[in-house]
């Protein structure tokens, strides 16, 4: 069945800083992955997504490309804020109706 | 009131009490979803209706009734809990796609449920 791996974390990095998550999928077919950000107290909220391969999600500065032959969606930002502090999940939508999520990656922003 | 709403936000209940959670979305969605976020566990779909009919049910036990009305709202009916179900109850909500079209799923903030 599909699944989807992260990084674990928590990972914590000083503002500014470049911030990297890894994701890689396993799938049959053609899946849409994306990128989903829960902060404290909320739900989730979609951050970007990619229905092919190559794509290029981007939103808030954060960026993702969809990568067939490494079977990978790492999720990048250049310079982080203290404001991105929240967990991060990594999903995809395969054949089956329902996301497959990853276990999610805490990421802390440090002033 | 736009995109997907929960109520009530924080619930507490006995063992022996009975509670519904409630989830409306106004999105124009046809598909919405029931997921069960723990501390320290992945991410848990409970229930998905597809045109208000139940169209997966992930193991989840009896204790948690759900129901879809209309395709704008979604309940969630407890009964007789235990306290391993305390948890973050997510609502979410989405085009029903065809396969290979990837329509994201939109998220409520979430019931946080204890139990005693």
């Known amino acids: 069945g599909d699944s989807v791996t992260q990084m674990e974390g928590p990972v914590t990095l000083s503002e500014e800083a470049f911030l990297t998550i890894n994701c890689t999928y396993t799938?049959?077919?053609?899946?849409?992955l994306f990128w989903y950000v829960q902060y404290p107290g909320e739900g989730l909220q979609l951050l970007l997504k990619?229905?092919?391969?190559?794509d290029k999600g981007s939103n808030k500065g954060f960026e993702a490309t969809y990568r067939k032959e490494t079977t990978s969606f790492h999720l990048e930002k250049g310079s982080v804020q203290v404001s991105d502090s929240a967990v991060y999940f990594c999903?995809?939508?395969?054949?089956?109706?329902?996301?497959?999520f990853g276990s999610g990656t805490q990421l802390t922003v440090l002033p | 009131e736009t995109g997907v709403t929960q109520t009530p936000r924080h619930l507490v209940m006995g063992m022996t009490n009975k509670k519904s959670l409630k989830c409306e979305q106004h999105?124009?969605?046809?598909?919405m979803y029931w997921y069960k976020q723990s501390a320290k566990k992945p991410l848990e779909l409970m229930f998905v209706?597809?045109?208000?009919?139940?169209?997966e049910n992930n193991s989840v036990p009896s204790r948690f009734s759900p129901e879809c009305p209309n395709s704008s709202h979604l309940f969630l009916h407890l009964h007789t809990l235990q306290p391993e179900d305390s948890a973050l109850y997510l609502c979410?909500?989405?085009?029903?796609?065809?396969?290979?079209?990837?329509?994201?799923?939109?998220f409520g903030p979430g019931t946080r449920l204890t139990v005693l």
């Open positions: 999105l124009g969605h046809n598909a």
């Open positions: 799938a049959t077919g053609y899946p849409s």
């Open positions: 979410a909500s989405s085009h029903e796609a065809h396969v290979g079209i990837g329509y994201e799923q939109f």
């Open positions: 999903a995809l939508r395969g054949s089956a109706r329902q996301l497959t």
């Open positions: 209706y597809s045109l208000e009919e139940r169209v």
């Open positions: 990619a229905t092919k391969a190559d």
